[in-house]
């Protein structure tokens, strides 16, 4: 009796041990499922990544870099990523999404990329403002014209730019606007309200500041004064909605004001990654017209059939001669007497075997045909006229040259002759926007921290240097198509400026080096999930495709914040 009770004590044990074994190994096999799905969700995200810059690297071939792609659910809502020789899984797919800029409630999204170009680069700021060593001494001289040899080609820093452009960010002070840019600045020498190492030293633990370009926004954080809640707002799982727990107050985290608006803090205007290639639209290299060969430029451009002899012409004589506005009466030897403009001219060349052009024609006048008088002492021509003094002007923008005349000193003439430019105000006809397109006023490789004019937002328009409120205000309502709304684009162009906002020229040459009028450089966030419930991953990623191959600048993976978005949800709407 006794072994027949212990029998089943160890038979109960046994079974029980069973029990739980094959209960165990239930629950490893759903954990083991659960993660499968979840690595599944995350190649998902990244597959979207992989996806839109395969899509933004066919656009950029195609001259077509940009257009649509803001909201465009064909592309980038629910699309699938399945495996042909499995079909009974279940099918995980990707949704790019991106909060709508234009629904003050936060609570609708659009399905596309959010141009970088349109946020504030931290790591070119510095280079915009004064050291603070300038602007305490005070300058007059801030966006003067770039004239005369060297010494008048100044500092593009050293505009008039007298308000740190971090100060239109909500909820930013001069005292942490001025420790940001102190963070990243070379010296060690803090501004009017800003800190340097010597106060984080004083820190405990201490720490030095970055003198330098930073890695992430995140290392803001370092910065006096900087808190999570200003740099990241109310918006803890970062998917540009207004979550429930976000409009709750105190009752959950994060702590909230509650009014129904999303804070979503410095984030969105801020970047670390926009630039852009110094090339056209077909990507090949910008035409430097502040090059040093002058024959060299008039060469280039009097064989390109956008510009031609006459253009080339006029604008080799503005690099010669400069305006006329910033010649003394006179020069040259002579009273400046108008051609008459009758078409004709005449090839020239000088013993130093630099070819001639064809003489200006219509808009510019004759050239120095038939002219009588002496020749030049060094005989070095270019397109007729006299070279031997070198280039004498700078060009800061290219719209020094629409509407500007020429007193040219002409080979074989003691008079100077006037050109005036082919580039008029009344006759450019679309003309400028090639311009602007073909030509740069530098032959740098890349141009960091320009600011998409098409689709930055009025906090970020406020902080190029001399923008004023009414002028950013402006140009925010003359946009037709802002990113973030349906069928926005990012390109644009930045010629439109001049004739749809009341921006002068002037002040267009003042903010040249600032804007651009498109993007290289994109953020996606790429959601990856499955058509029915599970688990849900999300990946916030940087492209770059100023290159000929994309690149990834930034990969952040955002899963661990929450879901942020409903599956159904994405696949419905």
């Not at 933004?56 to 399945?82: C, I, Y």
């Amino acid at each position: 009796g006794i072994v027949l009770v212990m029998v089943l004590v160890v038979v109960a044990m046994l079974a029980l041990g069973a029990y739980s074994f094959a209960r165990l190994m239930n629950l490893e096999g759903e954990a083991a499922n659960s993660y499968g799905r979840l690595v599944q969700a995350r190649e998902a995200a990244a597959s979207g990544v992989a996806y839109t810059a395969a899509i933004l690297a066919d656009q950029k071939r195609s001259g077509a870099l940009g257009t649509d792609l803001s909201d465009s659910p064909a592309l980038f809502q629910n699309q699938p990523v399945s495996d042909p020789s499995r079909p009974t899984l279940p099918v995980c797919g990707f949704s790019l999404v991106m909060p709508r800029d234009d629904d003050s409630t936060a609570r609708s999204w659009r399905y596309g990329v959010s141009d970088e170009a349109s946020r504030l680069n931290l790591n070119a700021l510095a280079g915009w403002m004064k050291p603070p060593s300038s602007s305490q001494a005070g300058s007059g001289s801030g966006g003067g014209d770039r004239s005369g040899t060297g010494g008048g080609q100044q500092d593009a820093a050293a505009d008039s730019a007298v308000s740190n452009p971090l100060l239109n960010l909500p909820n930013m002070t001069p005292e942490i606007a001025d420790a940001i840019l102190d963070w990243i600045d070379a010296d060690d020498e803090p501004r009017e309200s800003g800190a340097e190492s010597d106060y984080y030293q004083s820190l405990d633990p201490p720490y030095r500041a970055k003198n330098g370009p930073i890695d992430s926004l995140d290392e803001l954080l370092l910065v006096r004064g900087v808190t999570p809640r200003l740099l990241y707002g109310e918006d803890a799982n970062r998917n540009g909605m207004l979550d429930a727990n976000e409009n709750d107050r105190d009752q959950s985290y994060p702590m909230d004001d509650g009014d129904g608006k999303l804070d979503r803090g410095w984030l969105p205007f801020l970047t670390l990654h926009s630039h852009e290639s110094n090339n056209d639209a077909s990507g090949n290299a910008r035409i430097n017209l502040n090059g040093q060969d002058l024959q060299s430029l008039y060469d280039q451009l009097s064989a390109d059939a956008d510009f031609g002899a006459d253009k080339a012409q006029f604008i080799v004589a503005f690099r010669l001669f400069g305006p006329a506005s910033n010649q003394p009466e006179g020069s040259g030897g002579g009273s400046g007497a108008s051609a008459s403009g009758d078409g004709s001219g005449r090839a020239d060349s000088g013993p130093g075997g630099a070819s001639s052009g064809a003489a200006a024609s219509g808009a510019n006048g004759a050239a120095a045909s038939g002219a009588t008088g002496s020749s030049t002492s060094s005989g070095k021509t270019i397109a007729g006229m006299d070279a031997s003094g070198g280039a004498k002007q700078q060009l800061e923008s290219v719209v020094e040259l629409i509407g500007a005349t020429v007193q040219a000193k002409m080979q074989g003439r003691d008079q100077t002759t006037e050109l005036r430019s082919p580039f008029r105000d009344d006759e450019l006809d679309g003309f400028l926007e090639t311009l602007l397109d073909r030509t740069a006023t530098s032959d740098a490789k890349d141009l960091a921290g320009r600011i998409n004019v098409n689709t930055a937002p009025r906090e970020v328009l406020l902080g190029i240097p001399s923008m004023t409120s009414e002028l950013a205000d402006a140009i925010v309502a003359a946009r037709t198509q802002p990113a973030g709304t349906s069928g926005g684009s990012f390109a644009g162009g930045t010629a439109w400026l001049l004739g749809s906002t009341t921006m002068t020229k002037d002040q267009f040459k003042k903010f040249d080096r600032y804007l651009t009028g498109r993007s290289q450089v994109f953020r996606v966030q790429a959601v990856g999930y499955f058509q029915e419930r599970g688990p849900v991953a999300r990946v916030e990623a940087v492209i770059d495709v100023t290159g000929s191959t994309p690149l990834i600048r930034s990969w952040t993976d955002l899963s661990m914040l929450g879901r942020g978005y409903d599956p159904v949800s994405l696949n419905s709407r």
